[in-house]
């Protein structure tokens, strides 16, 4: 399996644009998680879907951030308008199974790194 | 306070010598613990998870959890350079399938 997909790898912007991330997981994983990860604040988790719909979004900084999964092998974040403070590398990942059932391993891709000037 | 926390190092060991990372976390409920590697300027990668008070080992890495201390270790012996990676400790506290990860101990393995 190629494992988690993500594009594009790198993402120059400027402020106000919209941006648009793509994840495609791991074919079978039923669990997808968007993450953000900036030197001050680690990882982050953004959200999570289940079966291609969102479980917890909690985590989502604000209304400007939006994801959805259409069907189980592609996810999109889209981020509308863009700020500098978004800047950061964005995973996303995907597991067979959720951490409740003891499924603990989660399969990262490659990252997109988003800079936003 | 964070929900865990980890010193950001770096922490610097000579070849061959054991590593010692730590990680502490504040929810008393947390369930998994787990230990996850990863490269400059790659993804994050598992390398252990413990849930059960104790050691669990698996080749040249040990974690270590105490549940009544809050602390979540992780031991490398025999540090070779190709251990140095930030070290991200990730703790489960049972609601859905959230993790909650510190910020990572940058390890570096000298020669």
């Known amino acids: 399996d190629a494992g988690v997909i993500q594009s594009p790898r790198h993402e120059v912007t400027e402020m106000g644009q919209e941006v648009t991330l793509r994840c495609k997981p791991i074919?079978?994983?039923?669990?997808l998680f968007w993450y953000r990860q900036t030197m001050m604040r680690g990882l982050e988790l953004l959200i999570y879907?289940?079966?291609?719909?969102?479980?917890?979004d909690s985590g989502m900084p604000e209304d400007r951030f939006s994801a959805k999964m259409p069907n189980a092998s592609f996810s999109t974040l889209k981020i509308q308008p863009s700020e500098p403070r978004d800047s950061a590398v964005y995973f996303c990942?995907?597991?067979?199974?959720?951490?409740?059932?003891?499924?603990?391993?989660?399969?990262f891709g490659p990252g997109t790194r988003l800079t936003v000037t | 306070q964070k929900e865990v926390e980890q010193n950001s190092g770096p922490l610097s060991v000579p070849e061959g010598a054991i590593a010692s990372l730590n990680c502490t976390y504040s929810?008393?409920?947390?369930?998994?613990f787990f230990w996850y590697r990863q490269y400059s300027g790659k993804s994050p990668e598992l390398i252990m998870f413990?849930?059960?008070?104790g050691d669990k080992e698996d080749g040249r890495f040990t974690a270590q959890l105490n549940k009544a201390s809050q602390y979540v270790s992780l031991l490398i012996r025999d540090s070779q350079p190709s251990d140095s990676a930030t070290y991200l400790c990730?703790?489960?506290?049972?609601?859905?399938?959230?993790?909650?990860f510190g910020t990572g101990t940058r390890l570096q393995v000298t020669l």
């Open positions: 990730a703790v489960y506290t049972g609601t859905a399938s959230k993790l909650t």
């Open positions: 990942a995907s597991s067979l199974g959720g951490l409740a059932g003891g499924h603990y391993e989660q399969y």
């Open positions: 929810d008393r409920g947390s369930q998994s």
């Open positions: 413990i849930y059960s008070n």
């Open positions: 879907f289940n079966n291609n719909v969102p479980i917890d």
């Open positions: 074919s079978g994983h039923d669990y």
